[in-house]
């Protein structure tokens, strides 16, 4: 009789498939196009902020981050530093605009 391994079942792998799939799912109209706005949004120190990806733009951006709201440090050229809260750290980031999404307090 062959035993399955706890660590890797099938309901494991549908929730990793399931989760990839959510982030990178975008709707039919609007897949391919870039908004100039939220590329080009300006931030204020203080900010609240949430990080949602934007597929259609290549860069190397943690998974771990998709989701996580923090708040606008600073301005670093284009991009912004954004203090994230992770576990009991606060974690300073550098993300492009078009990762952000304004949240109203």
């Keep these: 009789m062959v035993k399955e391994n706890p660590r ?8 990793k498939q399931w989760t990839n799939f959510m982030v ?3 709707s ?3 897949r391919g196009k870039l908004q100039l706005s939220k590329y080009f949004q300006e931030f204020k120190d203080g900010e609240s902020v949430a990080v949602i990806r934007e597929v259609s733009v290549n860069s190397n951006f943690p998974k ?4 996580r709201t923090g708040k606008i440090e600073g301005k670093r050229g ?6 994230i809260k992770d ?4 974690k300073r980031f550098l993300i ?6 304004k949240i109203k307090n």
């Design 24 to 26: 990178h799912k975008k």
């Design 96 to 101: 492009e605009p078009i990762h952000l999404k």
């Design 8 to 15: 890797f079942s099938i309901t494991t792998k549908f929730n």
């Design 87 to 90: 576990q009991e750290k606060e």
């Design 78 to 83: 284009k991009i912004y530093m954004v203090k």
């Design 64 to 67: 771990r981050l998709q989701g």
């Design 28 to 30: 039919v109209r609007s």
